[in-house]
C-alpha cells in the first residue's frame, strides 16, 4: 500500500462464526481482516471495518463504498448497500481469476455451490438443507469430541491407514457414532479421514446435482481443511484452482469488488 | 383491497362461528382433506364442505406425542388439528372424506378416523390405466353412498348435476381469478392474494361464495381497468410450485415478496391447475362416472407417472411471463421431494429459466437461512434479466 490519498472500498462479510473485511483501493491491492462474530454482529463489523481502515491508515471518510453481505448483513447499518454473500462468492472469485466458473463454499452454518459467469455475475446456485450437515460447525463438534482442534484434523486426515466408514452427517448423530467407533478401538486419524470422506461424499453430491464447471475453487474457513479440501478433489476427480488468498475472505472480497463497481 | 392483516386463527374462528349457525340450523358440515375430495358429492347432498388440512405450526407439537416428528408438518398439523383441541371448526365435522394419497396421510388416517367418522377412499396412483378409472369410479360410488347414510340423505342424479353445474361454475371464476394475475404489472401481490383465496375458500351456502368470488373478480378487474397495480412490472415475476400455498403455512412465500419478488402464478396443491379442470358432464353419462373422470386427473405428485403437471408448468411459465420458478416440497414429503428433480430438468434444461427448490417445515427456524436463499434467487433473476436486455 502506497501512502498517498486514495479512495477505498471496502467489503463486510458478517458470517455465522466469523466476520471478514476487505478493504480494496482504486488500484486492487487488498488488506484484510477476520474476528469471531460473537453476539453483537454489528459490534464486530465496525470492529474489523476498523482493523482494515488501520492498516492502510485511513478514517470511514476515506471509503466511497461499503457493501455488506453475509447471514448477519442486515446488522451492517453502515454499509451503502447489502447483497447476498451467494453473489459475493462469484464476484470475490472472478476478481482473482475470471477463468472460474464454480465456487464451493463451506461456512460456519452452511455450504453452497455457486455458478457464475465471465463477468462474476451469480448464474445458479444451491445451498444444503438447513442444518449443520456439511458445515464447520461439523467439523468443529468433530474435533472437540475427539479432543482436538480443527488444525490438528487437518494434519492427521493424512496419518490415517483405513477411513471409517461414517454414516451420520448430522451433528447430533455423528456424536454418537464416534463414541461407537471411539469404544471399538478405532485411530483417532482413521475417524477423522472418515469423517472428511463423508464431508466430501456429501459436498460433492451437492456441487454434481448443480453440475461442475471448471475451473472451480473451495473457499470459505472449511477450505482451510486440507484433509476434506484432499478428499473432495480425489471425490469429484479434478483439482481445484488455487485461490491465492485466504479462502475465508473471498465472500468479503466480492462485496469490495461489488463497492468497487457500484461507486 | 385490504392488506393482509386477519391471521389464519382468526379465519378460523369467524368462519366457525357462522358454521356453528349454521349446523344449529340443521346443516351438515363435511370435513375434506385433499383436492381429490369430490365436493360435488358432498353439495349433492345438501351439506357443507369444509377444508380441513393443517396448515400451521402450533398443532404440530400435540401431533407429535403420537407421529414421530419425522413425518411431513402437513400430515402432523392436519392430526394435530383434531386432536389438539385448538382448531374451533374440525369439530363441527359431522365426517371427513379423504383419499389415500401418499404414505404418511394414508397411515395416519388410520389414527383420525378414531376422532371423527371417516371415509377413506382408495385413490389409484397410476392414474392414465383404465383399471384406474374403473376403480376411482366404484370408490366414488362408495363414498357416495357413505354421505347418504352418514347424513341421512338421497342423492339423486339431478342432485349431482346440479352439484357439477356449481362446482364448475366455481372452478371457472377461481380460475378467472388465477388469471388477473397474467397482467404485469399486476392488480394484487401473491401473498394478498392467497391470503384473500385461503378466506374465500370457506363457505357456507355455494350460491353467496359463487357471488363472493363474483365480486372479488370485479374489484380486480376494475384495478386492471383502471391501471392500480400491486406492484411494478420490473419486478421478478415467481411461479410458485409444489406446496405451501395456504395462509398459515406462507412463510417462503413472504418472504419471495420482501426480497422483491412478486408470485404471480401458482401451481400444485391450491394452485390454478386445480381449478382450471372441470367436469365434462355429458347428458348420457353418469355423473358418479364424469365427477370420477375429472378428480383422477388432480396432478399430486403422488400419482405416477404425473406427466400432466410438467406439460401445466410449460404452459403457465410461458402464459405469466414467469422469469423463476420456485418449488416447494414439505421436509419428508417423498412424493413432491423426488418428483422435484424432474421439475428442475424441465425448468433449468428444457425452459432455460432460473429454477430454486426449497425444503423447509412451518417453523420460523429457518427464515433467516432461507432469505438468503430468496434473495440471492432474485439476485440469479435481476441478473438475467439484465443479461437478456443487453442481448
Known amino acids: 500500500m502506497t501512502q498517498k490519498k486514495k479512495h477505498y472500498f471496502v467489503g463486510i462479510d458478517a458470517g455465522s462464526r466469523t466476520t471478514k473485511a476487505v478493504l480494496l483501493d482504486d488500484e486492487g491491492n487488498l488488506v484484510s481482516a477476520i474476528r469471531p462474530t460473537g453476539i453483537n454482529v454489528g459490534a464486530t463489523a465496525e470492529e474489523v471495518f476498523g482493523d482494515v481502515l488501520g492498516q492502510v491508515d485511513a478514517t470511514p471518510r476515506d471509503v466511497k463504498y461499503l457493501v455488506g453481505t453475509g447471514y448477519g448483513r442486515v446488522s451492517l447499518e453502515f454499509a451503502d448497500t447489502t447483497v447476498t454473500e451467494l453473489s459475493c462468492h462469484a464476484l470475490g472469485a472472478n476478481f482473482i481469476n475470471p477463468e472460474i466458473r464454480m465456487v464451493i463454499d463451506i461456512g460456519g452454518q452452511d455450504s453452497k455451490v455457486i455458478q457464475l459467469d465471465e463477468n462474476g455475475s451469480m448464474v445458479d446456485f444451491?445451498?444444503?438443507?438447513?442444518?449443520?450437515?456439511?458445515?464447520?460447525?461439523?467439523?468443529e463438534m468433530v474435533a472437540r469430541k475427539?479432543?482436538?482442534d480443527l488444525e490438528n484434523l487437518s494434519d492427521i486426515?493424512?496419518?490415517?491407514e483405513q477411513?471409517?466408514?461414517?454414516?451420520?452427517?448430522?451433528?447430533?448423530?455423528?456424536?454418537?457414532?464416534?463414541?461407537?467407533?471411539l469404544a471399538r478401538g478405532e485411530s483417532a486419524a482413521n475417524i477423522v479421514s472418515g469423517v472428511n470422506w463423508a464431508f466430501a461424499n456429501r459436498i460433492g453430491n451437492m456441487a454434481r446435482r448443480l453440475g461442475i464447471k471448471e475451473q472451480y475453487v473451495l473457499t470459505g474457513g472449511v477450505a482451510k481443511n486440507r484433509g476434506l479440501k484432499d478428499a473432495l478433489n480425489q471425490y469429484l476427480g479434478v483439482p481445484f484452482a488455487p485461490l491465492g488468498i485466504d479462502p475465508q475472505i473471498n465472500g468479503a472480497l466480492g462485496a469490495a469488488v461489488l463497492a468497487l463497481r457500484s461507486s | 383491497?385490504?392488506?393482509?392483516?386477519?391471521?389464519?386463527?382468526?379465519?378460523?374462528?369467524?368462519?366457525?362461528?357462522?358454521?356453528?349457525m349454521a349446523k344449529d340450523e340443521g346443516k351438515k358440515v363435511v370435513g375434506c382433506l385433499c383436492s381429490y375430495s369430490p365436493t360435488e358429492l358432498i353439495l349433492a347432498a345438501g351439506a357443507i364442505p369444509v377444508g380441513l388440512c393443517g396448515s400451521t405450526q402450533e398443532p404440530i407439537t400435540k401431533a407429535e406425542e403420537i407421529l414421530s416428528p419425522d413425518q411431513c408438518p402437513k400430515v402432523k398439523a392436519t392430526y394435530g388439528r383434531a386432536i389438539a383441541g385448538t382448531c374451533p371448526i374440525f369439530p363441527l365435522a359431522d365426517c371427513v372424506i379423504a383419499e389415500t394419497t401418499c404414505d404418511g396421510r394414508k397411515k395416519m388416517y388410520e389414527l383420525l378416523e378414531r376422532e371423527v367418522p371417516m371415509c377413506v377412499m382408495d385413490l389409484p396412483q397410476k392414474p392414465d390405466t383404465s383399471a384406474a378409472l374403473d376403480h376411482w369410479i366404484e370408490e366414488v360410488r362408495k363414498a357416495k353412498t357413505y354421505l347418504?347414510?352418514?347424513?341421512?340423505v338421497t342423492i339423486t342424479d339431478d342432485n349431482l348435476r346440479e352439484a357439477i353445474a356449481k362446482g364448475n361454475r366455481r372452478r371457472k371464476l377461481i380460475t378467472n381469478l388465477y388469471y388477473c394475475r397474467i397482467h404485469n404489472p399486476g392488480p394484487i401481490n401473491g401473498l394478498e392474494f392467497i391470503n384473500t383465496m385461503t378466506k374465500l375458500q370457506y363457505y357456507i351456502d355455494i350460491d353467496n361464495h359463487l357471488e363472493t368470488l363474483e365480486q372479488f373478480y370485479s374489484s380486480l378487474q376494475e384495478q386492471i381497468d383502471k391501471k392500480v397495480h400491486a406492484h411494478s412490472a420490473n419486478q421478478p415475476r415467481i411461479l410458485w410450485t409444489g406446496l405451501g400455498n395456504s395462509l398459515g403455512c406462507s412463510k417462503v412465500l413472504e418472504l419471495v415478496e420482501e426480497c422483491g419478488g412478486v408470485v404471480v402464478c401458482q401451481e400444485g396443491c391450491g394452485g390454478v391447475?386445480?381449478?382450471?379442470?372441470?367436469?365434462?358432464?355429458?347428458?348420457?353419462?353418469?355423473?358418479?362416472?364424469?365427477?370420477a373422470k375429472r378428480y383422477l386427473r388432480v396432478t399430486c405428485a403422488c400419482m405416477t407417472p404425473n406427466n400432466q403437471r410438467f406439460d401445466d408448468l410449460t404452459r403457465l411459465c410461458d402464459e405469466f411471463k414467469i422469469d423463476g420458478v420456485i418449488d416447494l416440497a414439505w421436509q419428508f414429503c417423498q412424493p413432491f421431494e423426488i418428483e422435484s428433480y424432474r421439475v428442475k430438468e424441465l425448468v433449468k434444461d428444457t425452459l432455460d429459466l432460473p429454477f430454486l427448490h426449497i425444503v423447509t417445515d412451518y417453523?420460523?427456524?429457518?427464515?433467516?437461512?432461507?432469505r438468503i436463499r430468496v434473495e440471492g434467487f432474485m439476485e440469479q433473476i435481476a441478473t438475467r434479466k439484465r443479461h437478456d436486455r443487453r442481448n
Open chain 2, 1 to 20: 383491497m385490504a392488506t393482509v392483516t386477519e391471521t389464519i386463527q382468526e379465519v378460523h374462528n369467524d368462519f366457525a362461528l357462522t358454521l356453528e
Open chain 2, 363 to 370: 417453523s420460523q427456524s429457518d427464515t433467516e437461512q432461507l
Open chain 1, 157 to 160: 486426515h493424512f496419518e490415517s
Open chain 2, 273 to 291: 391447475t386445480r381449478s382450471e379442470d372441470q367436469i365434462i358432464l355429458m347428458e348420457d353419462e353418469d355423473p358418479i362416472v364424469s365427477i
Open chain 1, 126 to 139: 444451491i445451498m444444503n438443507d438447513k442444518c449443520a450437515a456439511g458445515t464447520g460447525k461439523f467439523l
Open chain 1, 163 to 181: 477411513p471409517c466408514a461414517i454414516n451420520s452427517m448430522c451433528v447430533v448423530f455423528v456424536e454418537t457414532e464416534i463414541i461407537s467407533l
Open chain 1, 146 to 148: 475427539l479432543e482436538t
Open chain 2, 148 to 152: 347418504e347414510q352418514q347424513l341421512g
